[in-house]
Structures are given as C-alpha cells and as structure tokens.
C-alpha cells in the first residue's frame, strides 16, 4: 500500500474524516501553488555578495527604532485578534481598523522612543524616516532619506552655499 495517496483512498484507510474517497484533498491542490511560488523567488532572488553581514543591520540609531516599533506595532496588530492568522473580527475592529489603529500607534510612539534613545529631540527628517517606516514597513524611512537627499531644502537647518563675491580691481 501506499501511504501517499493522491486520490483519498489512504485518507478513508488512515480514517481521516474530512477527505471522501475520489476526492483530492486541500492540501495536494495547494502543493504546485506553493512549489510554483517559492520557485519564483528563488528565480529572482539576486547572486549572493561574499561579505560581512553588517550591511543588514541597522546602521544608524533611527533605524533601530523604527524596526523595534514596527515589530511592537505587528505584535500589536496579532494581539488584537487573539494571535491568529486569519482575522476573526473577535474585538470589533475590522483588519482595516486593526492596521489602521497599528500604525497610528507606531506613529505616536516611534518619535517619543526615538528621543529616548538618542537622548535629544529629534530632526525634521529623523521624524519622518520614523513616520514613514510606520507607514510603509521597511521601504517607507528610506524613501522619506531619498526625498530629503534629493531636496536638502526641506531640512529646516539647511543653509545655501554662499557665493563667494567678486572683489572689483582697484584702478
């Protein structure tokens, strides 16, 4: 006998109720979903650098921060529905609801860990990498660090170069 059968014969032998006999089981019409997807990842996963691994920590205090809160925000969002997968609506909060109060949450708090942490209030733009990493997880802080790159005129402590003047020749 075979012990994996693919038509529920071995599921009505082994006595497992929720499988008829003729029918394939859930779980065999998800397998070439699941193969099919890690294959694509594995395709588009890009060639492996043979260095140190401190470039995936964080490299500055801000983005400790937001990685800890981020985390403390999904703890959070689970928690709200009695740490399942699938959201059952136990608390009255809708998932949109839950994300939304989340990551409202992660905004009012990230700021006040952030000046703990650096022990001084915190830059323009330190608040809105925070801001943005709540917003959108991981990408968010460093498309807000691009923008400011791009437009240092955003940062209230910004100064223009100066032009250096022209001294006219004495005649």
């Known amino acids: 006998r075979c012990l994996l059968d693919l038509t529920g014969k071995a599921a009505q032998e082994f006595d497992i109720p929720h499988v008829r006999a003729g029918e394939i089981p859930v779980m065999t019409k998800r397998l070439p979903l699941f193969a099919a ?3 694509a990842i594995a395709l588009s996963c890009q060639t492996a650098k043979a260095s140190d691994l401190t470039e995936l920590l964080p490299s500055t205090p801000i983005d400790g921060v937001a990685i800890g809160v981020g985390i403390a925000a999904t703890v959070g969002y689970f928690a709200l529905d009695h740490w399942r997968w699938k959201w059952e609506n136990v608390n009255g909060f809708s998932s949109i609801g839950a994300v939304t109060a989340t990551t409202f949450g992660c905004i009012a708090v ?3 860990v952030g000046t703990v942490v ?8 330190e608040a809105g990498v925070l801001f943005g990493s709540c917003i959108i997880p991981f990408v968010g802080g460093w498309l807000v660090n691009k923008a400011y790159d791009a437009h240092p005129e955003w940062d209230p402590a910004y100064k223009p170069p100066r032009e250096k003047k022209k ?5």
């Open 118 to 125: 650096l022990n001084r209030p915190l830059t323009q733009r």
């Open 167 to 171: 001294k006219h020749a004495k005649m």
């Open 37 to 39: 997807a890690l294959a």
């Open 110 to 112: 990230s700021p006040m």
